[in-house]
């Protein structure tokens, strides 16, 4: 069983080398000699028909896949090249460095099951970040509701046998914890975006606000009411939840959980609920233009509150599930980072469902490749931090990349975010 | 700046003050509660003015700074970085070091500012996500850095940080002794000498905060007195009118954004070089975005957002000094006891102020836009 | 008369935008202290033309010259080194600025090197005012001052860089006819004093009355240069577009039926807060198009996002097709048939990211048979835009371009057809045809013509006193919020019109 799984795994990871490989060459092949010759049409404003699809073709899915994962593609080597630079800068050794990282990340079996174990939290929260941005809203607060969904996940999956007074069934018991702490991170999310519906109070410094309150709140409980009363515990966490609120694994002797194919399922459902609903449509028309989406009929105020609650949603799932399959507990302060790292996650996937997947399996392979590097290399794991914030800016710019590898510009700019004004 | 508004800035203070000296008030005369309130108000609020300040710079000319944390924290750190090599490894004095610190900090800001007004100007990058990079890659350069430079190589633990030249001195401005010698015109009475003592605690201030202080009126001068100031608020109104009358819109906001870098980086340089003589990961804790809020309550006008800065420094005050009078607090206010409930104050008071009630604000037109010819 | 000498001359400038030629060797001149008129289409390369002369785009070839020397305009600086100075139609005013620093803006007055020296500015413009008799005050905000103020403050501010040559583009747009006959004195005036001035519009009503030369553009390239004695309306417009052009709308007599809108004492605010409209009355009967007249931001816009629900409204009522729908948000207002073509296409009619597809069934998606249970029928969809792009031939490469691909015409014929296509008893039109080309426009006024002889009834919108007139049945004209007067539009006159849009009273 297991063979075949890393059969499976090794395949994808090999097609995926091969894209790259080949998209490398068909951005040099298409680079030369771009000067962008457009014939004088005496005047007519009409577009010109050829830059637009009429029927979808085999070849042109595929060449619109290959040159819609070009640019993420270069963002993502360059960056590497770049920290590469960095760790020799600094005095280490960039070959040995990547070495490690990829052994630690795809090297054995152990390695890719906690490859799994990272990118599980990164798909909900990319995920998270994805949906706000196509509704128009940026949410830098993954973070904070992600920790808050985690702390109620704890307090349930702890707590609730004992305010029952009886043990509950683990099909129960999982499914409340997980609920009520995406419940909860739906709930923190919601208040920015009510704030931003109904007072224009901008999400962005709301968001950051809100991460902050949340480690203060966590902060009060882990040390306080909800501290883990076990006389050998020194640090700020809470009890181990009780067995019946726990995820297995997914392989015996394994980390890598449950919560993985469910982060996958949850990625399919996002697409579907994005592109073939109508409250998708109204989130993706709220998000393109509000104006006209009032002028639809749709309720503009309301949709941004449950975009920013779903997205909520999804984050707290993110912290939920991390409790109830991994750690079994919360433990201040494991949240940190990871409100940034999905919105990278989610610009490098193109707030495209499957594209946050494939960015959060890369970023988590490179965050837990990193320990091995630092193990093997002495460089700190925070190089990753640097990749991907390169990453982050190659992306967010990619004409830079497209400058240095000489693609050419296609389709339109996407306004992601507005000023302080809407 | 309204009367509703400065009320409100009153009222907060107000609150805030009296609450501490409810608490302190067995322990210390109120008259000195006040002034250590005061003194620290303004010193905290310093980091908070800057950033508003640098803030106030880009957005007047148009381009939205979401990355003043960042550069902040770039500055903080580097600042620190560049004082302890002046010291420990040139053998500078530790005057010099600092004053040197505080130039590295200005000019790592600066770079990061570079960085951002080349995304958000000439690559037209989303600016809110091009400060988010900043924000990003702020935190892992810093981080990255720290921990390669001054801990055990590849072990968390057990490092060799090295000796830090310490923080600017206080810069005396002599108040209490003015004071002082009104009192002894007129009776020398045992109040008046209280007084003294409290002003002179207010005054006593290190040089970044006197120095944020003096900006905060230059900006002032500059936005609205000079050619400078003209031109980078028609760059950020209404660029298109700008440059049909011959001023370079791009020149104009790389510029203004550079000098909001700078405004960042001393803003920066109070948290590694003034306040504490260490740094620490991500310890900016959010005072970039705050500022921003400052900012936005304060109109875009310098006064305006020093005034707000002060309010968010108060709720800061609040917790530093109800730290000193912890033991006070009566039984029923327990939860007050804990930091992390009377830290969330800022924060919160960020939220309030955002949603507008204490009165909407017009931010420049063309904030955010990017100007495509 | 001898001719004049020539003061700016261009030859042979060639402009290429992406996709377009914006100007093809086009040759243009001007001659000192006369009005020289340049007419064309909107998108015929005016322009273009003139924002080479300012120095706001760069020509791929050709040469511009003042007082025969050749020069080179690199930025705008060089031409008003040169003397050009330029009035946009859409203002370059900053109006949070004072009119003084609007006027200075770039060319400011100093002390010590650094500081404004407001002062000395404030009294040039006075004196610059009192001796071209344009009654500006230096000292006001600009954005509180009235549409035709501001254009005179534009127009200090050429004389303030000693403009010898004005641009003037578009002026008479969002004047009254009143303010406009204001401007044409203050043309002469600057003539008689030895400014020479380009005048662009497609106005052909007005050039013959002012223009001494009149230069007609079409499709990037100038067709001729005509006096106005030499021509008259139908040869101006058949210059214009190519092809003889009927400028009435042809059209029966109305029919009207039983009343569909009727409104009470409507009172709306504005996006400040304040009461804009206060208190309109009218109703509108199935089978008759009702204008509403008046200068934009008299209150139409907001009356229109009020009626369509787009606005919340303060106080009156309103009854739609004999129901109560005051204050109900858009959805219902649609849902009982009325169809709203928004003053604004890109701003509220259309997601400019979105496939001409989707953008079809902008507000029907969540009905069946494009949304059922919540789920998208893409089949659907699809079938309702092939047939519409068919019915209303909107030119597009296929249903799955981004709107925003097309041009202004056919997104606004994607918006009519969107919104003629379900059941309708009511069109609000605000603004139908602005901007767009005169084939565009005769489609449009012939749609609106065909569904009120159906017997829908239409609300027709718009700042251009002619397309009012040549639709309407009765005109209402708005003034400051209120309307003044509503009358046949048979026996309506444009002179009467005017003069009630500027706010004379009708009893006087």
Not at chain 1, 42 to 70: E, M
Request: one cysteine or more; charged letters at 15%.
């Amino acid at each position: 069983m297991l063979v075949y799984v890393l059969g499976f795994l090794g395949a994808v990871l090999l097609g995926t080398l091969a894209i790259v490989f080949f998209a490398v060459l068909a951005g040099k092949g298409k680079g030369t000699g771009q000067k962008s010759v457009i014939p004088p049409s005496a005047g007519s404003p009409l577009p010109t028909p050829s830059s637009a699809p009429t029927r979808y073709t085999f070849k042109s899915i595929i060449f619109s896949a290959v040159d819609s994962l070009l640019v993420p593609l270069l963002a993502v080597l360059t960056a590497i090249l770049l920290g590469g630079i960095v760790i020799a800068v600094v005095g280490g050794d960039p070959f040995a460095a990547y070495k490690g990282l990829i052994q630690g990340a795809f090297g054995s079996a152990k390695a890719l099951s906690e490859t799994g174990v990272w990118a599980t939290p990164y798909i909900f929260a990319g995920l998270a970040v994805a949906v706000a941005f196509k509704g128009g809203l940026f949410n830098i607060g993954a973070e904070g509701q992600l920790a808050l969904g985690a702390v109620v996940a704890a307090l349930i999956g702890y707590a609730l046998p004992g305010w029952l007074g009886f043990d509950l069934p683990a099909i129960i018991h999982i499914p409340l914890a997980i609920g009520l702490g995406a419940l909860m991170g739906a709930l923190w999310a919601a208040i920015p975006g009510f704030l931003k519906a109904y007072t224009g109070g901008h999400e962005v410094i709301n968001t950051i606000m809100m991460n902050y309150i949340a480690l203060n709140i966590t902060s009060f409980l882990m040390n306080g009411p909800m501290k883990d009363p076990s006389p050998t515990n020194v640090i700020a966490r809470t009890p181990a939840i009780a067995e019946s609120a726990r995820i297995a694994p997914l392989f015996e002797g394994f980390r890598v959980h449950w919560g993985f194919i469910l982060a996958l399922l949850v990625a399919v459902l996002i697409w579907l609920l994005l592109q073939k609903t109508t409250f998708g449509f109204e989130i993706r028309m709220v998000g393109s233009n509000p104006d006209a989406a009032k002028y639809a009929g749709i309720n503009v105020k309301r949709t941004i509150v449950l975009t920013m609650a779903l997205s909520g949603l999804l984050a707290g799932l993110a912290g939920a599930i991390e409790v109830t399959a991994l750690n079994y507990r919360h433990e201040l302060g494991f949240s940190m980072g990871y409100g940034f790292d999905a919105i990278a996650i989610a610009l490098l996937g193109k707030t495209n469902p499957f594209g946050v997947v494939i960015a959060a399996i890369l970023f988590g392979a490179m965050r837990n490749g990193a320990t091995r590097m630092q193990f093997l290399t002495m460089i700190p794991v925070d190089v990753i931090s640097i990749i991907q914030a390169l990453i982050l800016l190659f992306v967010a710019a990619d004409a830079i990349i497209r400058y240095i590898y000489r693609i050419k510009a296609r389709g339109e700019r996407v306004t992601l975010t507005r000023g302080w004004g809407g | 700046m309204n009367w509703k508004r400065f009320g409100f800035i009153a009222l907060i203070i107000v609150i805030l003050f009296g609450a501490v000296v409810l608490v302190g008030s067995v322990r210390q005369e109120p008259i000195l509660i006040i002034a250590s309130m005061l003194a620290s108000t303004i010193t905290v609020a310093t980091p908070l003015t800057l950033g508003a300040l640098s803030g106030i710079y880009c957005e007047r000319s148009g381009v939205v700074n979401i990355g003043i944390e960042g550069m902040m924290l770039t500055a903080a750190f580097f600042g620190w970085l560049g004082s302890i090599y002046m010291n420990s490894i040139f053998g500078f004095d530790k005057m010099p070091s600092l004053i040197i610190g505080v130039l590295v900090a200005i000019l790592s800001s600066v770079l990061m500012a570079l960085l951002h007004a080349i995304l958000s100007i000439t690559y037209k990058v989303d600016q809110i996500i091009g400060g988010t990079v900043i924000n990003i890659l702020a935190l892992g350069v810093t981080g990255f850095l720290n921990r390669q430079l001054f801990f055990e190589k590849g072990s968390i633990f057990g490092g060799n940080v090295p000796h830090a030249p310490g923080t600017l001195p206080i810069v005396h401005i002599p108040a209490q002794e003015a004071v002082s010698a009104i009192c002894g015109w007129t009776g020398n009475s045992e109040n008046c000498q209280l007084v003294a003592k409290a002003v002179g605690q207010v005054f006593d201030q290190q040089p970044i905060t006197i120095a944020a202080i003096l900006l905060v009126i230059v900006t002032h001068f500059v936005l609205f007195k000079t050619r400078w100031g003209l031109r980078t608020r028609s760059v950020g109104e209404h660029p298109r009118a700008a440059d049909t009358v011959g001023i370079n819109v791009i020149f104009m906001r790389y510029a203004n954004v550079l000098i909001g870098g700078v405004m960042a980086g001393l803003g920066g340089a109070y948290f590694t070089l003034e306040s504490v003589p260490s740094f620490e990961p991500g310890m900016t804790n959010g005072r970039g975005f705050i500022s921003l809020a400052a900012m936005i309550f304060g109109n875009w006008t310098p006064f305006g957002a020093w005034a707000a800065s002060l309010v968010f420094g108060a709720a800061q005050a609040l917790q530093i000094n109800m730290q000193l009078y912890r033991e006070s607090i009566p039984a029923q206010w327990a939860f007050l006891q804990s930091s992390y409930v009377v830290g969330m104050v800022p924060y919160i008071l960020t939220m309030l102020i955002l949603t507008g009630i204490i009165g909407k604000t017009i931010s420049p037109a063309a904030d955010g836009q990017p100007y495509e010819k | 008369m001898p001719e004049k000498t020539i003061i700016l001359e261009a030859k042979d400038i060639t402009k290429q935008f992406p996709g377009v030629l914006a100007n093809d060797h086009v040759d243009f001149n001007l001659r000192h202290g006369e009005i020289h008129a340049l007419l064309g289409e909107n998108g015929a390369g005016k322009t273009t033309l003139m924002n080479v002369l300012y120095g706001l785009y760069k020509p791929d070839s050709g040469q511009v010259s003042v007082n025969g020397q050749p020069i080179v305009i690199h930025s705008p600086k060089d031409s008003i080194q040169a003397g050009i100075g330029m009035v946009h139609q859409h203002f370059m005013l900053i109006p949070v600025f004072s009119v003084a620093e609007n006027i200075m803006l770039g060319d400011e007055t100093l002390r010590y090197g650094f500081v404004l020296d407001q002062k000395s500015v404030v009294k040039r413009v006075r004196e610059l005012s009192k001796q071209y008799s344009l009654d500006v005050d230096p000292e006001a905000i600009t954005g509180e001052l009235p549409v035709g103020i501001q254009q005179r403050v534009e127009i200090v501010k050429a004389l303030y860089r000693n403009a010898r040559i004005l641009i003037l583009d578009e002026p008479t747009a969002v004047l009254t006819p009143q303010e406009a006959d204001d401007l044409f004195v203050i043309m002469r005036e600057l003539t008689s004093r030895g400014v020479s001035i380009v005048f662009i519009t497609h106005k052909l009503k007005e050039v013959l009355a002012i223009a001494d030369r009149i230069t007609v553009m079409r499709g990037g390239q100038v067709v001729g240069t005509v006096k106005p004695k030499e021509t008259n309306e139908a040869k101006l417009a058949a210059m214009m577009v190519g092809r003889e052009v009927i400028l009435t709308v042809e059209k029966e007599s109305a029919n009207p039926a039983g009343e569909i809108l009727k409104v009470d004492a409507l009172k709306v605010r504005d996006f400040r807060g304040q009461e804009i409209v206060h208190g309109v009355s009218f109703e509108i009967r199935a089978g008759e198009v009702l204008g509403i007249a008046g200068v934009q931001g008299n209150g139409q816009t907001e009356l229109v996002e009020a009626l369509t629900g787009l606005r919340s409204v303060v106080g009156g009522r309103m009854w739609f097709s004999g129901k109560d729908m005051t204050g109900k948000s858009p959805r219902p207002v649609t849902e009982t048939g009325m169809a709203h073509i928004p003053e604004d296409r890109q701003r509220h009619g259309l997601v400019l990211s979105f496939p001409v597809a989707d953008n079809l069934v902008l507000n029907t998606y969540y009905r069946s048979p494009f949304g059922i249970w919540g789920v998208m029928i893409p089949q659907a969809i699809d079938a309702n835009a092939r047939k519409l792009i068919e019915d209303f031939d909107v030119r597009t490469p296929s249903p799955y371009v981004p709107v925003k691909k097309l041009s202004g015409g056919n997104q606004q014929k994607v918006i009519v057809a969107r919104e003629l296509s379900h059941n309708v008893k009511l069109i609000i039109a605000n603004q139908p045809t602005r901007g767009l080309d005169v084939g565009s426009i005769e489609y449009i006024h012939k749609e609106i013509i065909i569904m009120r002889d159906r017997g829908v009834a239409v609300l027709l919108v718009s700042a251009e006193l002619d397309e009012i007139m040549a639709l309407s049945d009765r005109i209402a004209v708005m003034y400051r919020g209120q309307i003044v007067t509503t009358v046949e539009a048979a026996t309506a006159t444009r002179e009467q019109l005017g003069l009630w849009m500027a706010g004379a009273h009708p009893e006087q």
